[in-house]
Nanobody, 120 residues
Framework: QVQLVESGGGLVQAGGSLRLSCAAS????????MGWYRQAPGKSRELVAA???????NYADSVKGRFTISRDNDKNTVYLQMNSLKPEDTAVYSC??????????????WGQGTQVTVSS
């Protein structure tokens, strides 16, 4: 059984920083890409950032230059460092991972979501 457990959300003032973490555990053969989505009230879910197993990254235009995604492959953990936060970054942030629990089976797994609230 594979699980993703997130931590690091909370309330911060505009201009502040937060760091989200997401650790994958359980029966894991290999992890390909990992990343973060967010969904604000009344809005559709959007990809915030993603990172491949080799370290290639991509970001939503709205967070480029402010957010940094990284991962520790030994710990099966992905991080999202969020700086210069804006009220419009307020959302539930969910991590995902493209995981092979065995050599022959692959699926996407999701964390439980963590609330990030940025006050003006």
């Amino acid at each position: 059984q594979v699980q993703l457990v997130e931590s690091g959300g909370g309330l911060v003032q505009a201009g502040g920083s937060l760091r989200l973490s997401c650790a994958a555990s359980g029966s894991i053969f290999r992890i390909n890409s990992m990343g973060w989505y967010r969904q604000a009230p009344g809005k559709s879910r959007e990809l915030v950032a993603a990172i491949t197993s080799g370290g290639s990254t991509n970001y939503a235009d709205s967070v480029k230059g402010r957010f940094t995604i990284s991962r520790d492959n030994d710990k099966n953990t992905v991080y999202l460092q969020m700086n210069s936060l804006k009220p419009e970054d307020t959302a539930v942030y969910s991590c995902y991972a493209d995981i092979f629990p065995s050599r022959w089976f692959q699926r996407d797994y999701w964390g439980q979501g963590t609330q990030v609230t940025v006050s003006s």
